[in-house]
C-alpha cells in the first residue's frame, strides 16, 4: 500500500499527543503530510511559520514526512498532494462530535478521501494545545507533555527570554 495520508491542525503548539498520532500513522503509511493550518477565525499564539518550523525539526529524521502550512480546504490540499486519508486524533467522547462533523462534511465535498481516527497513548488522552498554553501561564509545569523545543517556545513567548 503506498497510500499517503494528511494530518491536518493547528498545532500551536504541537503537544506530545500530537507526535503520538504522527508515530501512530506513519506504522500504517509510507508517506505522511503534517498540515499546520493558518486559521484566520481562531487566534493562534505561534505564527503558522514557528508552528511548522519546531514540527520540522521535530521530524526531520524521518524522509517520509512532510509539513506545509495550507489556508482555505483541506480536501483541496489533499487532493493536489495524493493524499487521500485525512487522520484526525481521538482523545475522548468529547472528541467525537466535532470530528464526526467535520469527516462527514469532508467526504461530502470529496468522496475518495476518508478519516481515519487515530486514539493516542492513554498518557496523552488528556492533553491538549490550549490547555498547555493555560497551564504555562499559569506557572505549572508541561515537562513530558511536550517536546522541549515547544517549552522553550513558550518560554519565549511568555518571558522573551532565550536559555
Ligand atoms: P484543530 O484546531 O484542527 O483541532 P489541533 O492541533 O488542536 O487542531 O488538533 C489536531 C488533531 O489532533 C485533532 O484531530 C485533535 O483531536 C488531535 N489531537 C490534539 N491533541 C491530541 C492528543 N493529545 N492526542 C491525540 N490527538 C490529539
Known sequence: MDTAAIYPGSFDPVTNGHLDI??????VFPRL?????????????FSVAA?????????????????????????KVAQEREASVVIRGLRAATDFEYEF????MNRHLA????????VPHEDYTYLSSSLIKE?????????GMVPVEVEEQLREHFTGQKE
Open 33 to 45: 503530510i503534517v498540515a499546520v493550518l493558518c486559521n484566520s477565525r481562531k487566534k493562534a499564539m
Open 22 to 27: 504522527i508515530r501512530r500513522s506513519r506504522e
Open 101 to 104: 462533523q467535520m469527516a462527514m
Open 51 to 75: 508552528r511548522a518550523a519546531i514540527l520540522e525539526r521535530l521530524l526531520a529524521d524521518d524522509d517520509h514526512i512532510e509539513v506545509i502550512s495550507f489556508d482555505g480546504l483541506l480536501v
Open 111 to 118: 468522496d475518495q478521501i476518508k478519516t481515519m481516527f487515530m
Open 135 to 143: 497551564i504555562y501561564e499559569l506557572g505549572g509545569t508541561v515537562t
